[in-house]
């Protein structure tokens, strides 16, 4: 399917379509599908991926919200060979889609934040994810402790993926042209590897209360669930700042604080 310039890109859906050759090339070169794979692409848009993708694919499956693409993208594909789910992504069941999704797309930069965090909660049924979105962002998903951009995105992406930038987009590539850089992310779930914590709820309302007022020491930000002696126990010194901290510090403190709550009962 020919990308469509007639269809104008909505606002409200953070529409910016990917029409750069070579860097098209180059997504589909990262992503490396093979024909049998398990393929979910979130908002297809014009089908600047889908195309190459289904020369490739046995089948793909698609995730898109605008009803307008929705149908011409049902008029251009066959059923047997494109599975198009008409949703919003921040709504759709992952787990629906069975065990070793590999998830694609060209993410609304409005709600990348959101949708990542539910895209986090079916990592046991993904693969692998390649996402393009907002420099920004990945650079602050990617960020490793005590550097400016580690905050409380990397510490919960990072608790449950592996990533890594895989090469940047610069704004020409898209039509309407954004006014900012993008970048392509690979995460790959962490599966057996990954760290657990005896209450993730907790783990996060402390790595939000952490990072609530970075400028802020630790002492102060979570004095609602540590106190002096407790920061000693941990280890941890109270002056630091929130990004000081590992996602292994965040997740002994969940369970210290957890442990405290159980012995309390």
Same mark, same amino acid.
């Given at each position: 399917m020919?990308?469509d310039?007639r269809?104008?890109?909505? =606002?409200?859906f ?7 050759r070579?860097i ?5 070169n990262?992503?490396?599908?093979q024909?049998a794979d398990n393929?979910?692409e979130i908002g297809?848009?014009?089908g600047a ?7 490739i694919?046995?089948h793909?499956?698609v995730?898109?919200?605008d009803?307008?693409?929705v ?7 066959p059923?047997? =060979? ?8 921040l709504?759709?069941?992952f ?6 999704q ?8 409005n709600?990348s934040?959101?949708?990542?965090f ?7 049924w993904?693969?692998d994810?390649h ?13 490793e ?18 990533m ?5 987009v ?9 006014k900012?850089?993008?970048?392509i992310v ?11 914590t005896s ?7 402390i790595?939000?209360a952490?990072f ?13 669930y ?5 920061f000693?126990?941990?280890g941890i ?13 965040y ?8 442990? =405290?709550s159980?012995s309390n009962?």
């Amino acid at each position: 399917m020919a990308v469509d310039f007639r269809h104008k890109a909505r =606002k409200r859906f953070g529409q910016n379509f990917l029409v750069d050759r070579q860097i098209i090339s180059a997504i589909i070169n990262a992503i490396h599908p093979q024909p049998a794979d398990n393929l979910v692409e979130i908002g297809p848009g014009l089908g600047a991926l889908t195309t190459p993708l289904l020369q490739i694919l046995n089948h793909l499956t698609v995730i898109e919200i605008d009803r307008d693409i929705v149908e011409q993208l049902r008029r251009n594909y066959p059923q047997s =060979k494109l599975t198009v789910h008409s949703i919003d992504a921040l709504q759709f069941d992952f787990s629906a889609l069975g065990g070793h999704q590999r998830i694609v797309g060209n993410l609304p930069y409005n709600i990348s934040t959101p949708l990542l965090f539910h895209l986090s909660q079916f990592s046991p049924w993904i693969l692998d994810m390649h996402f393009m979105l907002q420099k920004e962002v990945v650079e602050r998903m990617v960020a490793e402790p005590s550097t400016p951009d580690y905050g409380r995105l990397s510490v919960m992406l990072q608790y449950r993926f592996a990533m890594e930038q895989v090469f940047t987009v610069p704004p020409e590539s898209f039509r309407p042209v954004p006014k900012v850089e993008s970048a392509i992310v690979a995460m790959w779930p962490l599966g057996k590897d990954a760290p657990a914590t005896s209450d993730e709820a907790l783990f996060s309302r402390i790595v939000t209360a952490a990072f609530s007022q970075r400028r802020k020491t630790l002492r102060n930000t979570l004095s609602a669930y540590l106190g002096n002696e407790d920061f000693n126990c941990l280890g941890i010194d109270a002056g630091q700042r929130a990004e000081n901290l590992t996602v292994q510090h965040y997740i002994s403190i969940a369970d210290y604080c957890w442990s =405290k709550s159980q012995s309390n009962i």
